[in-house]
């Protein structure tokens, strides 16, 4: 090999590792479990297939985990999300929306993923039964793989800072507070482009609107609870003591 084509190589390879450098420098760590079984192929519900709706915006809806894991929702998993990792946002999904009231559902039969990619993907939603139900039920619908799908949630996720909301005293906080806390790091995002979801006075989730081009849109649904409602936000528990990490 000439010296020539080995500069060539060597340069290459180390732009591929600044490159990597810097991806996983955006990545929160968390703590996995070395292996995990994937979760089984969901038996999509004959009413909800909506196969035929074309899409017209996306929103990218974030789960408020201590919430989830105060209410032990189904859809948290009690030992990665609630027990070894202290989490705040987390993604539930990344959604295609259709022009109206019903969206793109369960487009097509999906087999389980593997491994490899819902370990790839546990720090980003740290559910193997939800990553398998979000991919089924939404990605399915608009893309070929669910790593791809899972790509395409990532990077619209670490497009935005989301916020570690600190309620006050009292455990409570505005609607208003709840956006503005989103507002305040992310250019370009308005309040119409939020919907804070709040079930019997709690926060749930906050779900953030985008247009076909994954650009910052008003929401089409609607907003969810006013400015000025009050709403108990479950805090985040302690740091959890250090363990091995894997970024994700």
Wanted: hydrophobic share 40%.
């Amino acid at each position: 090999m000439s010296s020539k084509a080995f500069q060539v190589i060597a340069t290459a390879l180390a732009s591929l590792a600044l490159a990597g450098a810097a991806h996983a420098s955006s990545l929160k760590a968390c703590t996995v479990p070395p292996s995990v079984i994937p979760a089984p192929a969901e038996k999509p519900p004959a009413g909800e297939i909506h196969t035929d709706v074309p899409t017209a915006a996306y929103l990218l809806a974030l789960f408020w985990s201590p919430e989830a894991c105060r209410a032990g929702i189904p859809e948290s998993n009690k030992i990665i999300q609630c027990q070894t990792n202290s989490f705040g946002f987390t993604v539930h999904g990344l959604w295609p929306n259709g022009p109206d009231k019903i969206h793109p559902r369960y487009c097509k039969p999906s087999p389980p993923m593997s491994a490899a990619t819902v370990l790839a993907n546990l720090c980003m939603t740290p559910s193997p039964w939800l990553l398998q139900h979000e991919w089924q039920a939404h990605g399915a619908c608009q893309w070929d793989t669910p790593e791809a799908y899972f790509k395409k949630a990532r990077e619209v996720r670490q497009g935005l800072k989301v916020p570690d909301l600190q309620p006050g005293p009292e455990g409570t906080m505005t609607a208003g507070e709840i956006r503005r806390a989103f507002l305040k790091g992310n250019r370009g995002m308005t309040a119409e482009g939020l919907n804070v979801r709040v079930k019997e006075g709690r926060l749930t989730e906050v779900w953030v609107c985008m247009d076909l081009d994954f650009k910052l849109a008003a929401c089409r649904g609607g907003n969810g609870a006013a400015d000025d409602a009050v709403v108990t936000v479950t805090p985040m528990a302690p740091a959890i003591a250090a363990k091995p990490k894997k970024k994700g």
